[in-house]
């Protein structure tokens, strides 16, 4: 059974940094392309980021284009979201996601309903 366990979120301030953290257990992260979502109180669940099997296969929202940076350790079975130059707007919980592939692909995929596996969730707060 997959699980992920995300990290690393807190409270930041405005311009600052944070770097998240999901930890995929029970199958080898080499098998998923991976996806970042957010929601914020009030909000529908957005995509932030995604990765596909191929570190170099990525897909930013254009509203952290620049600041936020996904990446993939295989060796370590963990993905990350790099948040620079964090904003108020910014704040939410953040989810991984992750999607099997059964043959080798460099699709990326932004929609929540591509993916099958979910984590709990880690708080971002941004304070002005």
């Known amino acids: 059974q997959v699980q992920l366990v995300e990290s690393g979120g807190g409270l930041v301030q405005a311009g600052g940094s944070l770097r998240l953290s999901c930890a995929i257990s029970?199958?080898?992260?080499?098998?998923?392309?991976m996806g970042w979502f957010r929601q914020a109180p009030g909000k529908e669940r957005e995509s932030v980021a995604a990765i596909g099997l191929s570190p170099a296969s990525t897909y930013y929202a254009d509203s952290v284009k620049v600041r936020f940076t996904i990446s993939r350790d295989d060796t370590k079975n963990t993905v990350y979201l790099q948040m620079n130059s964090l904003k108020p707007e910014d704040t939410a919980v953040y989810y991984c996601?992750?999607?099997?592939?059964?043959?080798?692909?460099?699709?990326?995929?932004?929609?929540?309903?591509?993916?099958?596996?979910w984590g709990q969730g880690t708080q971002v707060t941004v304070s002005s």
């Open positions: 029970g199958r080898a992260l080499s098998r998923y392309a």
């Open positions: 996601a992750a999607k099997s592939q059964i043959y080798y692909s460099n699709d990326v995929y932004a929609a929540a309903s591509s993916y099958e596996y």
